[in-house]
């Protein structure tokens, strides 16, 4: 089936220590997204590769930064992480074309954890 | 910009019952769609139906309808003949004709009830 893949899926990692999280996708959609999602909160979206064309949130912090070495994957680097970048870091996919083609599907997510 | 309110956190409904969830929004674009996904504690958002702004017909897709009141700028989901597998946090979220951004609302939690 084709899907979103998101690895790993929980990630432990010390205060200040670089980290990354990978993103893969067999839909060859030309969108990839980064949303970062806090404990009962909404996804807030980071940044987004339309092919290589790299789009970030105005708000995103300079820790955050972002990889689309091809179609199928993209990558989420924090540079330097704080407590307060533990969350649920989910990727997401669309054909981005407009309309019910812009509908956004999901990875499982990745959890961190900032010790 | 746009904006999306959902005025229910929690709600409970009885197994096989039919529950709705609320949703407003607010844009100045005339061309938008409007889109549910349901999160389950597992963390993935999983989509569940769309709505285009221009579509004349309610959207469905199995279990669930969209509820597309355009003039009163709601978009509410019905879920018919609720399953202990719905509990879960729902998302009603938008995206501007003009850009490829997912506003999102704050959530509904829904419990459903043996």
Redesign the interface.
């Known amino acids: 089936d084709a899907m979103v893949i998101q690895n790993p899926r929980y990630q432990v990692t010390q205060f200040g220590k670089p980290v990354t999280l990978s993103c893969s996708q067999t839909l060859n959609h030309n969108?990839m997204y980064w949303y970062q999602?806090k404990s009962s909160?909404?996804?807030k979206?980071l940044f987004?590769y339309?092919d290589k064309d790299f789009n970030n949130e105005a708000d995103t912090p300079d820790n955050f930064q972002s990889r689309r070495p091809n179609t199928s994957f993209c990558f989420l680097d924090i540079r330097s992480p704080g407590l307060g970048d533990a969350a649920?870091y989910?990727c997401?996919t669309?054909r981005?074309l407009?309309?019910?083609a812009?509908?956004?599907?999901?990875?499982?997510?990745t959890?961190l954890t900032v010790l | 910009a746009q904006k999306i309110t959902q005025t229910q956190p929690g709600m409970f409904v009885q197994e096989k019952e039919a529950v709705t969830l609320d949703c407003t929004y607010d844009t100045s674009d005339p061309s938008y769609g409007l889109f549910w996904y349901k999160q389950p504690s597992s963390g993935e958002m999983i989509f569940l139906i769309y709505q285009g702004s221009y579509d004349q017909q309610n959207a469905t897709e199995g279990r669930y309808s969209l509820n597309f009141q355009k003039a009163r700028k709601s978009a509410n989901l019905v879920i018919s003949a609720s399953q202990l597998g719905d509990s879960a946090m729902y998302f009603c979220a938008m995206s501007p004709g003009s850009a490829r951004q997912l506003t999102f609302g704050s959530g509904t939690q829904l419990t459903v009830l043996p």
């Open positions: 969108v999602q909160q909404a996804p979206l987004h339309y649920m989910l997401a669309s981005g407009g309309g019910e812009d509908t956004q599907y999901f990875g499982p997510g959890r």
